[in-house]
């Protein structure tokens, strides 16, 4: 398993932008997805994106389409999220995961369950209020 550890997260206004980091151990081999998980507080953690392994392809939930951006250091062993328009019900704990998996269910939209990676991180919290 690649160990993770998260930072950029801290307090933003509604409307304002935050940067997450996911730094790895390792460099991150092709076969890894990465995931960025949401959890609010008292609800479930919850896929808000994903970059597959292989192609990179990135995946949305449809929360954070167009507001989020998830992507990947030249050397591969950092991946980012970049949250813009922030929103109140943004705001909980962030989570980057690691794992030879697929990134979205078999429709191919569902990003993938928490309970298919095997690598976490311990979190970032994430605030929005104003």
């Known amino acids: 398993q690649v160990e993770l550890v998260e930072s950029g997260g801290g307090l933003a206004q509604p409307g304002g932008s935050l940067r997450l980091s996911c730094a790895a151990s390792e460099v991150i081999n092709d076969y890894y997805s990465i995931g960025w998980f949401h959890q609010a507080p008292g609800k479930e953690r919850e896929g808000v994106s994903c970059?597959?392994?292989?192609?990179?392809?990135?995946y949305y939930a449809d929360s954070v389409k167009g507001r989020f951006t998830i992507s990947r250091d030249n050397a591969r062993n950092t991946v980012f999220l970049q949250m813009n328009n922030l929103r109140p019900e943004d705001t909980g704990v962030y989570y980057c995961?690691?794992?030879?998996?697929?990134?979205?269910?078999?429709?191919?939209?569902?990003?993938?369950?928490?309970?298919?990676?095997?690598?976490w991180g311990q979190g970032t919290q994430v605030t929005v209020s104003s």
């Open positions: 970059l597959s392994a292989v192609q990179g392809s990135a």
């Open positions: 995961a690691a794992d030879i998996v697929l990134c979205t269910s078999r429709d191919g939209i569902t990003l993938a369950p928490p309970e298919d990676f095997g690598s």
